[in-house]
C-alpha cells in the first residue's frame, strides 16, 4: 500500500498465506489443543468456549475495524493486524505449555503427516470409527458450507428490495450474526444439563432451519431480525461435532483429526462461495430468499445422519448392557453343569 503497487500483489500475498496454512491452520492447532488438554465430558463445552471467542472477535472486528477504516484508511488497521498476529505468535511460542507430554521428535517436511490423516479414514481394522468420522464429517461440512454461503449473502439480501438497509441496520443486522456465537454458548451450557450432545446439536440444527426459513420470507425489518433472533443456538452444532470427532480418536490423534477437519472448512468456503455466489442472482426473478431456503433444506440432512448415529450409538450400548446383565446368570447356570460336581471344579467356574 505504501509503494502503490499493482493489485496482483495482493494475490502473491493470499497464495504464501494459503501455502502456509492461513487461517485454517490457526484453528486447526487452537482445536487440537483444546482438545488435548480436555477430558471427554468437558470437551464439548471448550470447543464450543473457542468458537463463541471466534464470534466475539468477529464482532469487534466488523464494529470497530469499519469506523477506523473510514477514519484513517487501510494503512494502520493492517499494522494493528500485524502486531496483534506477532503477539500471538509469541505467546504461543514462548507462553503456551506444550500439550503433547513427552514431547517428540517432528519434521517439518515430511510426508508422514499426511499419511496420519490418510490412517484415520482408511487403517484397517477400524471401521466402525472411520464409518463414523466420514458421516460427522459429511455433516460438519454441509452445516459449515450453509453458514458460509448463507452469511456471504446476508449483505445483498439486506441491500436489495424490499429490505433496502442502509449502513446502520446492515451493521446491526452483522452484530446480530455474532451474537449467536455467544448465545449458542450459554444454550449449549444449559441444554448439557438436561440433555445429551446429540439433542443438542439436533436443537441448534432445527433453530438454524427456523431461522433460514424465516430469514427467506423477510418482507420487513422486523421479520428479518425476528430470523436473526431464531439463530440464536445454531452455532452450536458444529462445537458438538468437533467434539464427537475428538473423541472419536486417540489422544496422539488429535493433530492429525483437526488437520483434516481445517481441510474440510478450506473445502467448504469453496464450496459456498460457487455455490451461493451463483444461486442468489438465479432465483432473484422468482424468490429473492430461495438460497436461505435452499440451506434449510440441506441442513436436513446432517440432522438425519446426528439423529441415526445417535441411535445406533444408544441401541449399541443398550445391547451390551443387556449382555452384561444376562453374565452373571450365564455363569449361574454353567455352575449348575456337571463341573459344578467336583468342589474345586465350581469354584473355578463361578469365578
Not at 426473478?285 to 431456503?293: A, D, I, S, T
Request: charged share 10%; proline share 4%.
Amino acid at each position: 500500500m505504501y509503494q502503490q503497487l499493482h493489485v496482483a500483489y495482493f494475490l502473491l500475498g493470499r497464495v504464501l498465506s494459503g501455502l502456509l496454512g492461513d487461517y485454517n491452520l490457526i484453528l486447526a492447532a487452537s482445536f487440537a489443543y483444546v482438545a488435548d488438554i480436555s477430558d471427554r465430558s468437558s470437551r464439548t463445552f471448550r470447543v464450543a468456549v473457542l468458537e463463541a471467542c471466534l464470534g466475539v472477535a468477529g464482532m469487534l472486528a466488523s464494529v470497530a475495524g469499519g469506523q477506523w477504516l473510514r477514519a484513517q484508511g487501510y494503512i494502520n488497521p493492517f499494522w494493528m493486524v500485524l502486531a496483534v498476529s506477532l503477539a500471538a505468535a509469541l505467546y504461543a511460542a514462548l507462553c503456551l505449555p506444550e500439550s503433547v507430554r513427552p514431547r517428540q521428535p517432528a519434521k517439518l517436511f515430511t510426508l508422514r503427516h499426511y499419511v496420519s490423516v490418510y490412517q484415520l479414514f482408511a487403517a484397517p481394522g477400524r471401521h466402525r470409527a472411520q464409518l463414523q468420522l466420514a458421516l460427522y464429517s459429511l455433516a460438519f461440512f454441509l452445516i459449515v458450507t450453509i453458514h458460509f454461503g448463507t452469511r456471504g449473502i446476508f449483505v445483498l439480501y439486506e441491500l436489495g428490495s424490499p429490505l433496502c438497509w442502509g449502513p446502520d441496520l446492515i451493521g446491526y443486522g452483522s452484530a446480530a450474526s455474532y451474537l449467536a456465537y455467544l448465545s449458542s454458548l450459554g444454550g449449549l451450557r444449559a441444554l448439557q444439563l438436561c440433555l445429551g450432545d446429540a439433542w443438542v446439536a439436533e436443537l441448534a440444527l432445527l433453530s438454524n432451519i427456523l431461522g433460514l426459513v424465516v430469514i427467506s420470507l423477510a418482507t420487513t425489518t422486523a421479520l428479518m431480525f425476528t430470523g436473526y433472533g431464531i439463530l440464536f443456538l445454531s452455532m452450536a452444532a458444529t462445537p458438538v461435532i468437533r467434539a464427537k470427532l475428538s473423541k472419536l480418536v486417540d489422544e496422539k490423534e488429535q493433530g492429525a483429526l483437526f488437520a483434516s477437519v481445517a481441510c474440510v472448512e478450506g473445502l467448504c468456503s469453496l464450496m459456498a462461495t460457487g455455490v451461493f455466489n451463483s444461486l442468489y442472482p438465479a432465483s432473484l426473478h422468482f424468490m429473492r430468499g430461495f438460497p436461505f431456503l435452499f440451506g434449510a433444506i440441506i441442513l436436513l440432512i446432517p440432522a438425519v445422519i446426528i439423529g441415526t448415529m445417535s441411535q445406533a450409538h444408544f441401541t449399541l450400548g443398550w445391547a451390551r448392557l443387556q449382555s452384561s446383565l444376562q453374565l452373571p446368570g450365564r455363569l449361574h447356570q454353567t455352575c449348575r453343569g456337571p463341573k459344578a460336581r467336583h468342589a474345586g471344579a465350581a469354584i473355578l467356574c463361578c469365578q
